[in-house]
């Protein structure tokens, strides 16, 4: 077991834990951040994607002693109350139906679009396949990332 | 997922009844409304102090969209706005006996129910208020929420008037709002939970917390049947919030409701910690009789059992005839795998289990089934017995099965704590209630250009047959029949026979099971008789429905019939063929294929067009037409319809499950792969325009789309794909055909 200091969503957190315990458990299990979703646990679905310093992460994938000097977002912290233009752009397509990984590809499309404000069909599709969608959405995934980075619906 | 649920609830539900919902006693319902200040005007509507409109609504949403149906239905009838209706899944209990989702037929059982309930308490509210002030009820309208009196200029909002009106008769005759007054139905309505769904407020079952609740991961035995004999938790100890364990004994696999495997419950203070430490469990297993079960030997048995087959299905003409006046004659075998559902949450369950009562809190759309598990587990009455329905993570039909949540059952009663199972991905794909693989003969002869014999041997797996026989009727499995018997084509000569098994697996429904595999048989089977022909696919099949009149096919233990209405495929498949450019250029190594089906009244038909490259195909684009009756909300039509071709080409090109030494061999998204993103081809939808009542979306538009996948491969390459899924077929030396 052993203290850790997170900086998650803006704010400090600690937490008491095996240092190895992944970083997706520490949010559901320990904080209470059930956004974040167990899909696979083996870093293949994506579903878990948080953003470690900006950058979409696996957090099934990241043991929480590692995350110790990175800035930690998760989908509650994307924004206060759903106002990122990703979000925006989702709720306009309405893209989710089950809805169960929609915050993995939220996650996932913002930390795209930070870096690339005008990603083509090929970049959405290429960044996007990091996460499953069993629903099988993805088309309106594509649709609400064009809507976001302000162009024409693809 | 099976056509039963849908006629069971039209035998047996309050939903069935004549007098509808209002029959139930007003306020007498023991139903609790989330505003204890409200007031509830029936069984299934209560007005809160604030306004809102609370629905109790037997129906599970599992990404299908029913809550924004009957949320869209209520806005419209009582003239409130959208987002001031809430909708609840109710426990089952007195007015919600037989509470299950499936067979794609929500919206047709309960769309014209919910309008003339909706419809009642409006005239109920108008009522109160013409009372109030002594105006005739001609005087008054609503809107937004409130009765208005426009000749005053007064008005009262339902939450003031909801007592008064919880006091009066249920009126029998009040009008139902005209369609060409409809403000949200028949356009698109966003999904009641999309802002809760895109900040990770909406709660899954995954998600949820009791007080004092442990985590549990269960270690199963291996193999249908296995036994333990001995377990040594030592090594878990070095896990940190390892908490100890518990064994949980199993049934036997033909056991109603659910088949649970011996296990082991792992007890710990966290969700890792507990699968930390059942994999460090060490145990010993008698693995039983079923150690040696693998598919190759089960296929070739499937494969013996077609031949065989004796329960004719459909028979129509003298098919020893049409096979031999002909110009040409065909067979071929078909085969398909065993399919896992994989939805992305996987299964889980909270269970609080005391002498006196049971709360299980289940991510389910099968509720009723679940209680009469949990009384058979616990012995306790009924009313002792309480399901909360949370948000779901896709089921596709594996969460009609409710053995995970009856493990939870076992493993809170053992503990004598609350307890919260999560299954691992890898448990999801091992312990799955799988789709049935199938073997089929088919025959078929050719003459003059036309289709002229049509013959079916079938064999596969009945879900019911092994836990539910007395579904059967003389041994008939019709969830297996019916869909193969409302092959739409007037074929001269027609032979349809089954034979079926209970395997010594759980298997289950999936997207409507039996539909997946007799649309896609048939319609692969069709594509290689029409090119025998010489014919269009589009142009061969005009041909054969060419009467444009309907067929029905009768259920066999009377829950009435199945229509194909040939007329309405006629008009889809007009549709289609401008709509996906079929009769444009292709480019090299370019394909297109043509698959409909008819499922639960809805008749639709695809065009898949796609490219192979050196064995790869890159799926380029999908067209669906569809009609499913009037369009209650067009966007979640092209959602569903959207969803399903997704999830069937995932199968298509996939999907497959085996086994080894009675065991799943696949483990994950690894060695089960569904589509992505970048594999994902342009889809485009369109709705007819139709006069029919209103028919699901949940399950069909995966029923076509293996079938048209197939034929496209043909189109491009000249390979006949006749054993799913697709896999790397294309990629070493096949079969062709001139």
């Known amino acids: ?154 | 997922m099976r056509k039963l649920t849908r006629r069971e609830f039209l035998a047996r539900t309050a939903w069935a009844g004549s007098g509808l919902f209002l029959a139930m006693p007003l306020a007498a319902t023991g139903i609790r409304a989330p505003d204890r200040q409200g007031t509830t005007l029936s069984a299934y509507v209560n007005i809160g102090s604030d306004g809102m409109v609370h629905l109790f609504y037997p129906f599970t949403e599992m990404g299908q969209g029913v809550r924004t149906l009957s949320a869209t239905v209520a806005a419209e009838e009582l003239d409130v706005v959208f987002d001031c209706v809430r909708v609840h899944t109710p426990s089952p209990g007195p007015g919600f006996d037989d509470m299950q989702t499936g067979g794609s037929y929500t919206a047709r059982a309960t769309f014209g129910r919910l309008r003339q309930h909706f419809a009642a308490v409006r005239r109920m509210l108008e009522q109160a208020a013409s009372e109030h002030w002594q105006v005739p009820l001609t005087a008054l309208r609503t809107s937004g929420g409130r009765v208005i009196h426009d000749d005053s200029g007064r008005s009262l909002g339902y939450e003031e008037l909801a007592y008064a009106a919880a006091q009066l008769p249920v009126p029998d005759d009040a009008p139902l709002k005209a369609r060409n007054r409809f403000r949200l139905l028949g356009r698109p309505q966003p999904h009641v939970h999309v802002a809760d769904m895109v900040t990770g407020r909406a709660v899954y079952g995954i998600d949820q917390r009791v007080e004092g609740m442990v985590h549990a991961a269960l270690v199963r035995a291996p193999v249908v049947g296995g036994r333990l004999r001995s377990a040594d938790d030592q090594p878990c100890h070095n896990v940190g919030g390892y908490l100890g364990h518990v064994v949980i004994r199993g049934n036997a696999v033909n056991s109603y409701p659910e088949h649970l495997r011996d296990g082991i419950a792992v007890l710990a203070s966290n969700t890792w910690a507990a699968h930390e430490a059942a994999q460090r469990l060490v145990v010993d297993w008698e693995l039983g009789e079923n150690a040696g079960f693998d598919t190759p030997t089960y296929m070739r048995r499937l494969e013996a059992s077609a031949s065989a087959s004796r329960h004719t299905v459909r028979e129509e003409g003298d098919l020893a005839e049409g096979l031999t006046q002909a110009d040409r004659v065909l067979e071929a075998t078909y085969r398909g795998p065993f399919l896992a559902h994989a939805p992305m949450e996987p299964m889980n369950a909270v269970a609080i289990v005391t002498d006196a009562h049971c709360e299980v809190l289940a991510p389910t759309h099968a509720q009723s089934r679940l209680v009469a598990g949990i009384r058979q587990l616990t012995g306790l009455p009924a009313d002792a017995v309480t399901v909360r329905t949370p948000l779901i993570g896709g089921s596709f039909g594996r969460r009609l099965q409710v053995d995970y949540a009856l493990e939870a059952v076992l493993i809170a009663k053992a503990a004598g704590r609350p307890v919260k199972l999560t299954w691992s991905r890898e448990e999801d794909m091992r312990f799955g209630c799988l789709r049935s693989p199938y073997v089929q003969k088919m025959q078929g002869a050719v003459r003059g250009g036309r289709v002229t014999a049509f013959r079916q041997q079938i064999a596969c797996s009945s879900v019911w047959q092994l836990r539910e026989p007395h579904m059967l009727v003389d041994g008939l499995d019709d969830t297996v029949a019916m869909p193969a018997a409302v092959l739409p084509y007037a074929i001269p000569n027609v032979r349809i026979s089954q034979h079926t098994t209970a395997l010594p697996y759980p298997i289950g429904w999936w997207r409507a099971s039996y539909p997946t595999i007799q649309h896609t048989v048939q319609e692969c089977w069709m594509d290689e008789l029409i090119h025998a022909a010489g014919r269009d696919a589009f142009d061969a099949r005009l041909s054969l429905l060419s009467g444009g009149d309907t067929i029905e096919f009768a259920w066999h233990n009377g829950w009435g019939t199945d229509k194909v209405d040939r007329s309405r495929l006629i008009r889809v498949l007009e549709e289609l063929r401008q709509l996906s450019r079929w009769d444009s250029p292709k480019k090299p190594g370019q394909g297109r294929g043509l698959a409909m089906s008819v499922y639960s009244d809805t008749h639709l038909a695809q065009v898949v067009e796609l490219t192979v490259h050196d064995g790869e195909i890159q799926l380029d684009r999908v067209t669906c037409v569809v009609d499913c009756g009037f369009a209650i909300n067009p966007d979640t039509i092209a959602a569903q319809m959207e969803g399903g071709i997704i999830f069937g080409l995932s199968a298509a090109l996939f999907g497959q499950i085996t086994f080894e030494k009675g065991r799943v061999v696949q483990s994950n998204f690894t060695d089960y792969r569904i589509l992505t993103c970048r594999e994902t081809p342009e889809i485009h939808v369109h709705i007819v325009d139709s006069q029919a009542e209103v028919s699901g979306v949940g399950e069909p538009g995966t029923h076509p789309v293996m079938a048209a996948t197939c034929s496209a491969v043909f189109d491009a390459t000249g390979v006949r794909i006749r054993s799913l899924p697709i896999a790397d077929q294309l990629k070493k030396p096949q079969r062709t055909e001139s």
């Open chain 1, 1 to 154: 077991m052993a203290r850790i200091e997170l900086r998650l969503n803006g704010c400090l957190r600690t937490v008491d834990c095996d240092r190895s315990m992944p970083l997706l458990w520490v949010l559901r299990d320990l904080i209470g951040l059930t956004g974040t979703k167990y899909g696979c646990g083996i870093g293949m679905c994506g579903v878990c994607t948080v953003h470690l310093d900006g950058d979409p992460a696996r957090s099934c994938l990241v043991k929480v002693a590692d995350c110790a000097d990175r800035e930690i977002t998760t989908i509650e912290g994307l924004s206060g109350s759903g106002e990122h233009p990703v979000q925006r752009a989702w709720m306009a397509v309405n893209v989710p139906q089950c809805g169960y990984c929609q915050p993995a590809q939220i996650m996932a499309a913002a930390a795209l679009l930070a870096r690339n404000p005008r990603p083509d069909r090929a970049e959405i599709d290429r960044h996007m396949s990091s996460v499953l969608c069993r629903c099988g959405t993805y088309p309106r995934v594509r649709q609400a990332i064009a809507l976001a980075a302000g162009r024409q619906v693809p």
